[in-house]
């Protein structure tokens, strides 16, 4: 079936050390498109240097690119992590005066919308320059000044599901709005040559995805539980081993081979924790994201029912509770985290497996915690503006 879209021009403006967050954009514009184009009535199209500019001379490089992506575009996102870019004649670099161009544009009354990003993960020294820095810092207050609101992101995730909730607030914005005489943006015809066809192919239903969606939230308990297993399993094994080395200091003499393979023992049950953990981590990312995708779409399906909250309210009931289980696993570990900091350094083999599982604990904590975050943005006070 060839449906009648509405196609939404996006721009996309960026220094060069967030090439990866582009790419991760720019997937999820077209997973967006295929997915959810036909049933929402939008097609986002994207412009980037990379995809919409050729080879060419100006009065400089930001010049060219100026005029040949123009201003033709609906929605402009930016996105910093730790540099500001290449200073132009006109502004401190390539992508503030894009903003400062799209910004003129949302000042004369256009329909213009104006979105940013900012990474806040750490970063390689050798990425980080006291002055851009500085000047990140600087442009932060301007945008508060020029009444911008802007979200911050530490991981990959995050950002998809951050620029897919915009894209949904988009699509939304774009269908409902009366008069585009001031936008870019224009009903594509069922019978103009240029229009997009999109073949309606996906026949999942609600009903479906409610049950996938708790099928994954049930398997996402699953790595819970094999991590919850394993920190209880070491923590009776270290009160053992505990105890084992008390009793071979009892007699006043300590028999240093017989204490050092306790040592090494307890060394040999930390890399088996670790490696529990290093198993664990990926399948539990991969169910969540794609219980989160499923969610996504389950409400944008909802939305035909005129936004009606109640169809997915045992769902997300059930979710919230998927929630807590994480923070309360979360709590545990960092419980765990406090008895492992405090395990002297014996031997160079237990120091070596101290640090693996001490980077497992920070790493999987972190997991966890950006778990929460995601499923708050779908499913937490701010859902109302998803679809």
Do not use: C
Request: aromatic share 8%; hydrophobic share 40%; charged share 25%.
């Amino acid at each position: 079936m060839v449906s009648a879209l509405t196609q939404v021009s996006v721009f996309l403006a960026s220094p060069s050390d967030v090439a990866s967050e582009r790419e991760i954009i720019a997937d999820e514009v077209d997973k967006w498109n295929k997915r959810f184009g036909s049933l929402r009535g939008i097609h986002f199209d994207l412009k980037r240097w990379e995809t919409h500019t050729v080879p060419s001379i100006g009065a400089e490089a930001q010049d060219v690119i100026n005029k040949q992506i123009d201003d033709n575009y609906d929605l402009f996102i930016g996105i910093f992590w730790t540099r500001m870019g290449t200073p132009t004649i006109k502004a401190v670099s390539g992508t503030v005066e894009e903003y400062q161009r799209a910004y003129r544009r949302y000042k004369d009354g256009e329909n213009i919308q104006i979105a940013f990003y900012f990474k806040n993960a750490p970063a390689p020294m050798k990425l980080i320059v006291p002055d851009q820095i500085s000047e990140l810092q600087n442009f932060q207050v301007q945008l508060q000044s020029d009444g911008a609101y802007y979200k911050m992101f530490n991981d990959e995730d995050i950002l998809s599901v951050e620029v897919n909730r915009l894209l949904d607030q988009m699509a939304v914005h774009f269908a409902t709005t009366d008069d585009k005489s001031e936008s870019s943006s224009s009903a594509v015809k069922k019978n103009d040559a240029n229009a997009l066809k999109v073949t309606e192919d996906n026949d999942v239903g609600i009903l479906d995805l409610e049950e996938e969606i708790e099928e994954l939230a049930t398997e996402l308990a699953k790595p819970l539980g094999e991590i919850a297993a394993a920190v209880i399993a070491f923590t009776h094994k270290l009160q053992a081993k505990t105890e084992s080395m008390k009793m071979v200091n009892a007699s006043g003499i300590v028999d240093r081979a017989e204490f050092k393979v306790l040592v090494n023992d307890t060394a040999k049950d930390m890399n088996d924790v670790s490696k529990v953990f290093e198993d664990a981590k990926p399948e539990f990312k991969s169910r969540l994201i794609d219980m989160i995708d499923k969610i996504r779409l389950a409400m944008n399906i909802a939305s035909e029912f005129n936004h009606d909250d109640n169809q997915l309210s045992d769902t997300l009931i059930s979710l919230e509770g998927l929630k807590q289980n994480i923070l309360e696993a979360n709590s545990n570990l960092y419980s765990f985290s406090a008895v492992v900091a405090g395990l002297p350094k014996l031997t160079s083999v237990m120091n070596q497996a101290k640090r693996r599982l001490a980077e497992n604990l920070e790493d999987t904590g972190q997991v966890f915690q950006n778990a929460v975050e995601l499923l708050e943005k779908v499913i937490g006070d701010d859902n109302s503006d998803i679809v």
